[in-house]
């Protein structure tokens, strides 16, 4: 963005009346020579924030923030300087006036400017044809029956395109905006027949920028089988970037202040409306149909530092924010998700059950990672299952951009999935350090299809397959040598079935048991391919991807095959007291243990730690 000239910022200062400025977001009275309020910025119940009109400032006594007008404005809307001083010459109608560009920037500048200027008139007609245009009854009856009244519509400037474009171009022409700025704006389209509208028939969301600005448009369709598409959002333009404006952005970024820097994620813009107009919950946005990028996250973290998911109540909707949990865990933020009854997104919530029900459901919105483990330990059937879910739950884990808060949630997933601590942390940063040293295995590529992308938020499940995200699960150093052996030496591999009863426990405590298991009941030869594939297919794609640098090649190993093959077992039955000890010390931890539970665990922990003292047999028999 180009800089404002300081003799232009100088001027838009000046312009500023600060108890008018302050009067539009707060209720002000008159006391003395000032003007004062409850605090904007903290709760109070006695005012202690006053406005100093002979100062131009304004200051709480309650929470010590003050300044300028400027001040108030970054403050309040949370807005960087720039954008506070642009908003304040918009507001007072002070031309900006920029430090000289390029040609080739002046002229992107000017084509925005146009863009935005017809976005503009564009808007105020589908308006006016919505309100008063006979042919758009259907469209009034739709919104009516969503319970979306006049009130909303004007305040959220809802339009409907109707399907013969002629009138606005004409009142376009008349405004000497032409057909090539329409088309640069994607109001036209360009087709093999020519020139072609692309709004025809459809409900109009127009969509602003932070400033407030008509930078493009949604529109969704009225009619079944009118079009495959029930979205259409406005092309990439000079004013127009999708993955970088959220619906309801320019009119939350107050409320999200208000609300201690949170704020609500939707996943589209009736939700947003709705959450807005009939639940008074105005810190909500939502994405325009397409997958959450890292400019939203970034661009959210500028205004808050809490973002409350809610999406549609099934299992479905809570899958599909894993992808806005990973943007937003990713810039820092703390990422809750609000549940909804199955089947219910917030505008269904309100009509069925009231807007006290998506408030209180958001108000009791769990840490996002809390309420996936719930969801994904709910729906285990078998012992695979929880081996999957173990690196599952790591991996959005490490997407926690804080050590701290990621090791706070670390130790509360160990503690959910009943699974030891060290083992699960030992989880979390492999997964950590593996992106680091090979950013080929980001499993978050730009082009990896999304749950979200799609143009239609409202029939987004079921349309295309949904992305499988294959995280290997974590096999314990000792499983892993154990496998290694088997796999490689026919005649270590009978030595260890000779002693299965031994590794019982350690295939049920260490990570990665579940695959030593399912090798000794297959038992390939090594060397024989056929076998092993077989194997391999035997196994979930999380357990086959952890062996994916193993093979099954015949090993050569000098000396006493016994005794080799008691030491690796000795060694694995420790590991699994080990591991049995991190898993106790993990669920002491749960603040829901009665003390008679706590005790229990304490006595078993004690128990386990003088087995340890107890020399392996193999010891005993050298």
Not at 454 to 472: F, H, I, L, S
Request: with cysteine; aromatic share 6%; charged share 30%.
């Amino acid at each position: 963005m180009p800089r404002i000239v300081q003799e232009c910022v100088e001027r838009i200062k000046s312009s500023i009346d600060i108890v008018d400025l302050v009067g539009r977001y707060v209720q002000l009275r008159r006391a003395g020579n000032s003007w004062k309020a409850c605090c904007p910025f903290h709760n109070e119940k006695t005012p202690s924030f006053h406005v100093n009109p002979a100062r131009q400032t304004f200051k709480c006594f309650g929470c010590g923030v003050g300044g300028d007008g400027v001040k108030f404005l970054m403050q309040f809307e949370n807005l960087d300087y720039p954008t506070a001083l642009r908003r304040i010459a918009d507001i007072n109608g002070i031309p900006v006036i920029e430090e000289e560009e390029n040609p080739e920037a002046a002229r992107l500048r000017m084509l925005r400017s146009r863009i935005i200027q017809l976005n503009t008139l564009a808007a105020s007609y589908f308006h006016r044809k919505l309100c008063r245009d006979m042919a758009a009854a259907h469209v009034r009856e739709y919104l009516k029956q969503r319970e979306f009244n006049i009130d909303i519509a004007k305040a959220w400037e809802l339009g409907w395109a109707p399907p013969d474009y002629r009138e606005l171009a004409d009142i376009a022409a008349s405004n000497g905006m032409d057909s090539r700025l329409q088309a640069d704006a994607y109001l036209l389209g360009n087709g093999r027949s020519g020139a072609y509208p692309v709004f025809r028939d459809r409900l109009m969301f127009p969509i602003r920028n932070v400033r407030g600005e008509v930078v493009g448009f949604s529109g969704r369709i009225m009619q079944e089988g009118q079009d495959p598409r029930k979205y259409v959002n406005t092309a990439e333009t000079a004013a127009f970037r999708k993955g970088e404006l959220l619906f309801g952005l320019h009119k939350a970024t107050g409320p999200i202040a208000k609300a201690g820097m949170c704020v609500v994620v939707c996943e589209g813009q009736l939700d947003v409306i709705a959450c807005h107009e009939k639940a008074d919950i105005r810190n909500a946005v939502a994405g325009l149909g397409t997958a959450f990028t890292d400019d939203h996250a970034k661009m959210l973290h500028k205004y808050a530092s809490k973002a409350i998911l809610c999406y549609d109540g099934d299992n479905a909707g809570i899958k599909a924010s894993e992808k806005t949990f990973r943007k937003l865990a990713q810039v820092g933020m703390d990422v809750y998700q609000a549940a909804l009854p199955p089947g219910e997104d917030p505008d269904s919530l309100i009509k069925h059950s009231g807007a006290d029900a998506l408030r209180q459901a958001i108000a009791a919105a769990k840490p996002y990672l809390e309420l996936r483990a719930g969801i994904e330990l709910a729906a285990i059937q078998n012992a695979n299952d929880r081996a999957a879910l173990i690196p599952r739950m790591a991996d959005l884990a490490s997407e926690i951009a804080d050590p701290t808060r990621r090791d706070v949630a670390v130790m509360d997933l160990a503690t959910r999935l009943n699974t030891g601590l060290d083992d699960f942390r030992a989880t979390v940063n492999g997964i950590i350090r593996a992106r680091k040293e090979d950013t080929r295995r980001d499993f978050r590529q730009q082009d990896e299809p999304s749950y979200l992308d799609y143009d239609d938020p409202e029939a987004r499940y079921g349309t295309q397959e949904e992305p499988v995200r294959v995280v290997p699960i974590r096999i314990h150093p000792t499983i892993l040598d154990i496998i290694k052996n088997a796999a490689g030496h026919k005649g270590m591999q009978e030595l260890y079935v000779d002693r299965i009863e031994d590794l019982h426990e350690p295939m049920k405590k260490l990570a990665g048991g579940i695959v030593l298991q399912r090798l000794m009941e297959k038992m390939p030869d090594p060397g024989n391919d056929d076998q092993w594939q077989n194997f391999i297919a035997s196994l979930t794609p999380e357990q086959a991807a952890a062996l994916a640098h193993v093979a099954n090649s015949p090993l050569t190993v000098e000396g006493d095959l016994q005794n080799f093959v008691d030491s690796s077992c000795d060694i694995a039955v420790r590991e699994a007291i080990k591991a049995d000890i991190d898993t106790i010390k993990s669920r002491i931890l749960d603040a829901t243990l009665t003390p008679a539970e706590r005790d229990e665990l304490g006595d078993r922990l004690t128990e386990l730690t003088s087995l340890l003292k107890v020399k392996p047999t193999s010891e005993k028999q050298a």
